[in-house]
């Protein structure tokens, strides 16, 4: 037998319902999708985090980023730390780490900005150690692994990588890790016709590999990323907050990225987190305080 406490809350269920079928959808206007708290790539700070890991991750703390996604560093490891130190240090100022950045191959010499030829040190790759990297990221507690960089200049590139991202998929799925790919400008340029993009989204399952979408590099590209979200919907949990000025990355809400209308569209993406990321940030700590400043008021 229906008790009454059930009676009421079944019929107040399918009341709230009827009405809202029958509201234009302007008439769900309040339901809004819940915008993760601002999050940051570590990227963005360069030589800083080297240098003065505790000072540095304060700063980033007290500026108000809650959510932090790291990246490579000179001294190995995670800033020189393992895993799960580097997991409690983040944790210690109030905020989470919920991402790490990891390369697809060997880099080889490559042009920055400036024009000029980069040289990095060598590091850890998904090619020649990934369930070294997988199980690392495991022990951190991360939910995101996502790579930044994979040879894709040639059709067998795009191939050998594709193989690549594929495994890494796989051993993160096994793990409980989300895999993501992140994207630069050369993803939607053709290479035989064929935009590396596309062939990721088109050959890769969705299962496997998420995308991590570059708004900033994605926008100087010529591609659009509302377009991207409803074509794959769901499969955009990770975004990169970068803005583009005079072909650079600058600050957030300094250049043409239109990132009001890109985040009305999170739900469609699929939204989790969001990272603010400004390479070669001429002065990183100023710069990521406009960024987070200028995101407030766009959201």
Known sequence: MTNRRTFIKNSTGLMLGGMMMGLPSRGLSFIKYPIPAPGLQL??????MDEDLDGTLKKVSTIGYKNIESAFSKKGGF???KPKEFASKISSLGMKWRSHHVIGAPFKPFKGQDG????LPPMKNLRENMQEIVDDVAAGGIPYLVCPFTPIETMDEIKESS??????GEACKKAGIIFAFHN???EFELVDGQKPMD?????IPADIM?????????????ADPVALFKANPGRFPLWHAKDIKDEKPAEVG???VDFKNIFAHAQIAGLKYYFVEQDAAPSPIENITTSITNLKKLL
């Open 184 to 186: 630069h400008t050369k």
């Open 43 to 48: 990227y963005t700070l360069g030589g800083l």
């Open 210 to 222: 998420k995308i991590e979408l570059d708004l900033g590099w994605a926008v100087k590209a010529g």
């Open 79 to 81: 800033y020189g730390l």
């Open 116 to 119: 000029k030829m980069i040289e």
């Open 163 to 168: 193989e690549t991202l594929v495994s890494t």
């Open 199 to 203: 062939i990721f989204l088109s050959e």
């Open 254 to 256: 300094t250049g043409k």
